[in-house]
């Protein structure tokens, strides 16, 4: 079973290539992004706690995302998955660590990891471009991919196309910060078990699907 850990900054394309690896070969996605915007538009106590750490652009403490990732990762396998991609996560070396140690609990292991490369400047544009589907989490974005249809979403019709709220030019900021303080650790773990590549993210989107398929060959 592959096993992908997808790394990048904010705005990076994590999401896009995960997508295309649910559709076209069936993945299944774990955004810890995704997940955690979910608790913070709940009515759980950790809510108003998550929202405040996201808005910041700041990382949600360690024990918390491990305790969600790993209910994650047991449904997915009871469930048959054929193949796990991690998107945005691990984020802090801690976060290393213990994915090895979670997915070894159900008898899997990590088989490969990519980063996506570019630049604050190059994200700036992207960030500031992108929207989604509220109901069906497809991504878009003002310039490089805009829905077919004027605010209808071309993968499942819904009106309800929205702008995320750390999707601010200072936030980003922040949150760039936080992934250049703590990728260089979560490289040379990596690069030491060879299960890193990097990838050029500046490319288009077709591009990186195909380099993708290569490195994971599929
Ligand atoms: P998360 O949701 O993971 O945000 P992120 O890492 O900042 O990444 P994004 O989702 O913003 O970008 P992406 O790389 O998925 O890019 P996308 O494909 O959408 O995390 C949010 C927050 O949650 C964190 O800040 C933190 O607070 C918390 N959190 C999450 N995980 C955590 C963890 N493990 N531990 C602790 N806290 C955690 O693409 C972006 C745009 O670019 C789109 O519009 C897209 O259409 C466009 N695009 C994509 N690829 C291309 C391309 N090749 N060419 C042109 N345009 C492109
Ligand atoms: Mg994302």
Redesign the pocket.
Known sequence: MKNIV?L????????????FLVKNYSFQQI???????EISNSTSELSSR?QA??????????S??AEM?EAKIIEFVQNGAKGLIF??????FA?TEMLDEIVAKQNLSITNVLE?DISLKD?E???L????CASCGE???????PTKINNICDKCGSHNLIK?N??KKE??E???K??EQNIAKIKEYYSQRNLYQKID?????Q??QNKVKDIIEL
């Open positions: 997808i990048g900054a904010p705005g990076s394309g994590k999401g896009t290539i995960s997508s955004s810890t992004g995704d997940l955690l915007r998550i750490i996201i808005s910041k652009g700041e990382l949600v403490p360690d918390i995302v990732l998107d945005g996560y691990p984020r802090t976060q996506l994200l544009t992207r960030i471009n992108r929207y989604s991504i878009y974005n003002y310039i490089s991919k995320r750390d999707d936030v980003l922040q949150r760039y936080t992934y993210a500046t490319l288009t989107v591009e990186i």
